[in-house]
């Protein structure tokens, strides 16, 4: 249907012209959009670490020599050319290293309702009539304009 189309009639009415008029509305609400991001970095860093630890190391000392006594076992082993072999310890350190959580980091992120005013424009229609002299209109208001 056109804007001006006219409307039938039945016989002896006068014919009716009809319009439609229109009118914008803003709908105004929300969106959720990202509006960026956070971003959380670790690094390693190494940290030397020094520490002091007592360990025992064997010699030998022939300097003294004391005469064997009854049933000396001794764990010595006499090699074919007639030297004997004592064996020497030492302690070896160890170091070992054990990955511990050393502490837990927590991000939150929290929700604020702020509040803005939006201005946009929206577009009314508004009807204007206009007669030749002469011819009467009756008004009659249908609505808010």
Do not use: C
């Not at 914008?24 to 020094?50: F, Q, S, Y």
């Amino acid at each position: 249907m056109n804007d001006t189309d006219s409307g039938a009639t039945a016989p002896g009415e006068e014919p009716v012209a009809e319009t439609t008029r229109h009118e914008e509305r803003a709908e105004i609400g929300t969106e959720t959009h990202e509006a960026g991001r956070i971003r959380v970095r670790k690094h390693v860093e190494d940290v030397p670490v020094a520490q002091t630890v007592a360990r025992e190391v064997e010699h030998a000392d022939a300097s003294e020599r004391v005469p064997a006594g009854e049933g000396d076992s001794g764990e010595v082993e006499t090699l074919p050319d007639g030297s004997i072999s004592i064996p020497l310890f030492e302690e070896v350190l160890v170091v070992t290293k054990k990955r511990v959580v050393r502490e837990r980091i927590i991000v939150r992120k929290q929700t604020v309702v702020e509040e803005q005013t939006v201005e946009a424009e929206v577009r009314r229609e508004h009807v204007t009539i206009e007669a030749d002299d002469g011819v009467e209109v009756e008004r009659r208001d249908r609505g808010p304009s």
